[in-house]
T-cell receptor
Framework: DSGVTQTPKHLITATGQRVTLRCSPRSGDLSVYWYQQSLDQGLQFLIH???????AKGNILERFSAQQFPDLHSELNLSSLELGDSALYFCASSVSGWGGETQYFGPGTRLLVL | DQQVKQNSPSLSVQEGRISILNCDYTNSMFDYFLWYKKYPAEGPTFLIS?????DKNEDGRFTVFLNKSAKHLSLHIVPSQPGDSAVYFCAASDGGATNKLIFGTGTLLAVQP
């Protein structure tokens, strides 16, 4: 158990809908990262938040957004969902977010868009 | 543009023997490398890491070797155990303020009893 929690574990929805994925980092960690793992791709970095502020963006679609709240939990919002958004979404956390820090991953949310 | 490559999609070894998983990278700015293990329906689990100032790091049965001139790293597992059967991901970071990880596509290791 990494100490990172994600809810829900599974999510099934329809195209065009909007969903919210939630992540709670390990106790004491200030940084939260979101990654997407599609069937045909490895883990792709989406976005990094540190202590409530966005620090870096990766290949995140404009339909996707995230935020980190004062209690440090984070939410990833996916809107206007398409079939291709079906994937595993992982959250990770680290202490400060500087390069070279180990990231610890949550169990993931499996999203299926029908 | 795949900056981190794991060219072997799968590897099968006998229990007790050595498993060697390989990873190549193209970005010379990467200076921190990590290996993660992943079981189905679980998140990646951190195994071992290495900084670019080192060429070897060891933790129990796991050793990571880094060859910066060849832009190549490898993970050695000795001895291999059936419980090591999983997908192994290599990841790299450029050590900057973002700490974003660039992952390889993974190698499925099967350790046969």
């Amino acid at each position: 158990d990494s100490g990172v929690t994600q809810t829900p574990k599974h999510l099934i929805t329809a195209t065009g809908q909007r969903v919210t994925l939630r992540c709670s980092p390990r106790s004491g960690d200030l940084s939260v990262y979101w990654y997407q793992q599609s069937l045909d791709q490895g883990l792709q970095f989406l976005i990094h938040y540190y202590n409530g502020e966005e620090r870096a963006k990766g290949n995140i679609l404009e339909r996707f957004s995230a935020q980190q709240f004062p209690d440090l939990h984070s939410e990833l919002n996916l809107s206007s969902l398409e079939l291709g958004d079906s994937a595993l979404y992982f959250c990770a956390s680290s202490v400060s977010g500087w390069g070279g820090e180990t990231q610890y991953f949550g169990p993931g949310t499996r999203l299926l868009v029908l | 543009d795949q900056q981190v490559k794991q060219n072997s999609p799968s590897l099968s070894v006998q229990e007790g023997r050595i498993s060697i998983l390989n990873c190549d990278y193209t970005n010379s700015m990467f200076d921190y490398f990590l290996w993660y293990k992943k079981y189905p329906a679980e998140g990646p689990t951190f195994l071992i890491s290495i900084s670019s100032i080192k060429d070897k790091n060891e933790d129990g049965r796991f050793t990571v070797f880094l060859n910066k001139s060849a832009k190549h790293l490898s993970l050695h597992i000795v001895p291999s155990q059936p419980g090591d059967s999983a997908v192994y991901f290599c990841a790299a970071s450029d050590g900057g303020a973002t700490n974003k990880l660039i992952f390889g596509t993974g190698t499925l290791l099967a350790v046969q009893p």
